[in-house]
């Protein structure tokens, strides 16, 4: 299996963006998938996630401001920063759950996040 993740960047608070992940080497239709992220000095914790019938799972700290959506035909997973604040600056990657932050396969390309004050 392998993930890779794009579309980071610096931007200012309040602002967006809209990051992606390519995935291989798995039935990518069948499978929930989710979004983490690693701030500097933190452990990684669980962002977002969407089933395989479009369900999706939010960590507070996100909601109503994040929103992970799927293109199965693609194989890519997304997710869409709005409203950002500084303490979501972080490393994202993509990964099939497991259970809390905690996945399923080994750790691919991430994406850094930096939102400036």
């Known amino acids: 299996v392998q993930l890779q993740a794009f579309g980071g960047g610096v931007v200012q608070a309040g602002g967006s963006l809209r990051l992606s992940c390519a995935a291989s080497g798995l039935n990518f239709r069948i499978n929930t998938m989710a979004w983490y992220r690693q701030a500097p000095g933190q452990q990684r914790e669980f962002v977002a996630s969407?089933?395989?019938?479009?369900?999706?799972n939010y960590t507070d700290s996100v909601k109503g401001r994040f929103t992970i959506s799927r293109d199965n035909a693609r194989r890519t997973l997304y997710l869409q920063l709005d409203s950002l604040k500084p303490e979501d600056t972080a490393v994202y990657y993509c990964n099939r759950p497991s259970g809390g932050a905690v996945a399923r396969d080994s750790w691919g390309q991430g994406t850094l996040v930096t939102v400036s004050s």
């Open positions: 969407i089933s395989s019938s479009g369900a999706t």
